[in-house]
């Protein structure tokens, strides 16, 4: 393991080897943002909520809008169907654990001359997002044959929220207990956030096993479900399974809580007797989430679970020892002060500076693209895709208000530009830009020009926010966006959203 000497130190002792593998995910790059945590820090959220967690947004009036952009470019490059459909199953969730209802979908991406690629991406989004029916309002479809090998699959999903009723992953205190609900704990999913850190190697069959399983109508239980329980205030805290699925989930509560947790494998409910210990930890099985829960909640909870079919078990407890802690059969498997768990090293990135390749896109006709996509479920959608895919209309009528989405690209270079004409565009149409969420694709950060062209990002999209007067309300980064042929052009994707009263 890469950071072991590290671990050591910071332990005062040799990690055993179920320790390791937890480590081996929280220290990834997907995990643990190595080369950027730094730099996102002079990023503008002045008037964004929550941007700290599971999803950013701005607040109108009673209500929040929630939104995040998120990628599944590795998944995709391998197994476009599920690589897609996961993409758009985790970003809901991201959206549902702070109690706010997904109404809109939106997609960046870019595509080379792989038809299979654009053929499973694109059914992968049409098949989730109409199966558990949210409408796909915004799409942007751009080629370059830089993107054959290593698409970029960028989703950003919108939701609202009664502001007084968001819940957040910081809430939890010593007695409460740890549930988790949603599909058994399998094998699919394995090791996503360290095969997401890496770039793309020649074993696509072995590289299978990191991609989840798409189950959208377990999903558009679980949406009702989870409405159903936090509309009951039974649920204390919430955060989803994404990646690194239980590990993550129970680790962040914990750090953001500044408590512990203690979690007892033999409790999770799991669909594959054959899997493992550390398995069970790092399996990113979709359609999961986690609640931190009063115990005199627990028996209603059940019962709204039992009522659309979905599946439990209490994991664990949050404890006032600030460690995080995994038993099986009253052996303690690993024990970890959760600080060190959670924030691995700094990197001191290589910000040299060496001419890139050619950094020219075009668009595609995505008539056949965004026509396979609904966008019309829900009530809201104000437009049409065939005026403009990209660009779209949302009726917020619990606060008489209209709120545009726009989604587009940008390259390295421009991004300043391209922040400035999108506002300029959404002023044309007669809205007030509020927002962006964003993904920043880029390829290997250890090798230059990346992370030149990365810091210089960053700083341009500080620079247009502030002279926009909108902030970042939340966004991810992508790196390692390359393969062993090609490397993508680095390509930071955006949704900004604009606000309109009737």
């Not at 792989?114 to 080629?143: A, D, F």
């Not at 329980?229 to 805290?237: A, G, H, T, Y």
Request: aromatic share 8%; with cysteine.
């Amino acid at each position: 393991m890469k950071y072991k000497n590290y671990i050591t130190k910071k332990l005062h002792r040799e990690p055993n080897d179920f320790e390791l593998h937890l480590f081996s995910a929280t220290y990834s790059e997907h995990c643990g943002y190595l080369h950027s945590k730094t730099l996102l820090k002079e990023l503008p959220r002045q008037n964004a909520i929550f941007y700290d967690e599971n999803a950013g947004g701005i607040k109108i009036g009673n209500h929040a809008i929630l939104f995040k952009m998120e990628s599944h470019n590795h998944p995709c490059a391998v197994e476009p169907f599920n690589g897609a459909a996961t993409g758009i199953g985790g970003i809901v969730r991201d959206v549902l654990a702070m109690n706010a209802r997904p109404i809109a979908l939106c997609n960046s991406l870019k595509f080379g001359d792989n038809k299979r690629i654009i053929e499973g991406v694109v059914e992968g989004i049409s098949n989730y997002g109409n199966s558990i029916g949210v409408p796909t309002i915004s799409t942007e479809v751009l080629y370059n044959k830089a993107f054959t090998d290593n698409p970029l699959v960028n989703v950003t999903c919108i939701g609202i929220a009664k502001y007084k009723d968001i819940l957040t992953s910081n809430k939890a205190k010593p007695g409460l207990k740890l549930l988790l609900a949603g599909s058994p704990t399998m094998k699919d999913g394995m090791g996503g956030a360290s095969f997401a850190s890496k770039k793309l190697g020649n074993k696509k069959n072995e590289d299978k096993l990191s991609i989840q399983i798409a189950n959208p109508f377990m999903k558009k239980k679980l949406i009702e479900a989870c409405l159903e329980i936090f509309n009951k205030k039974l649920v204390v805290s919430c955060q989803d399974c994404g990646a690194a699925g239980i590990l993550s989930s129970t680790s962040e509560i914990a750090f953001k809580s500044n408590v512990g947790v203690l979690i007892d494998l033999d409790k999770i409910h799991i669909g594959d007797k054959s899997i493992k210990g550390f398995e069970i930890m790092l399996s990113e099985t979709q359609e999961r989430m986690l609640f931190v829960v009063e115990q005199n909640s627990i028996n209603k909870i059940i019962s709204i679970l039992k009522k659309y079919e979905l599946d439990y078990s209490v994991i664990g407890d949050v404890i006032e020892q600030k460690n995080y802690i995994v038993q099986s059969k009253n052996t303690i498997l690993a024990n970890i002060p959760t600080d060190i768990l959670v924030t691995p090293p700094d990197i001191q990135p290589d910000f040299t500076y060496k001419k890139n390749h050619d950094d020219e896109v075009t668009s595609i006709n995505n008539k056949s693209i965004y026509e396979r996509y609904d966008h019309t479920v829900g009530t809201r959608t104000k437009l049409a895709p065939n005026i403009n895919p990209q660009f779209n209309v949302l009726k917020i009528w619990e606060e008489n208000c209209d709120l545009a989405v726009y989604t587009f690209s940008s390259n390295a270079k421009n991004t300043y530009k391209t922040l400035i004409n999108a506002a300029k565009f959404l002023k044309a149409k007669g809205f007030t830009p509020a927002g962006i969420t964003n993904c920043l694709n880029f390829s290997n950060p250890e090798t230059p020009p990346t992370m030149w062209e990365f810091k210089k990002t960053i700083f341009d999209i500080k620079k247009a926010c502030t002279e926009i007067n909108i902030p970042v309300c939340s966004g991810n980064v992508s790196f390692y966006n390359e393969s062993s042929n090609s490397k993508i052009i680095n390509t930071p994707s955006f949704t900004m959203i604009g606000l309109s009263r009737f």
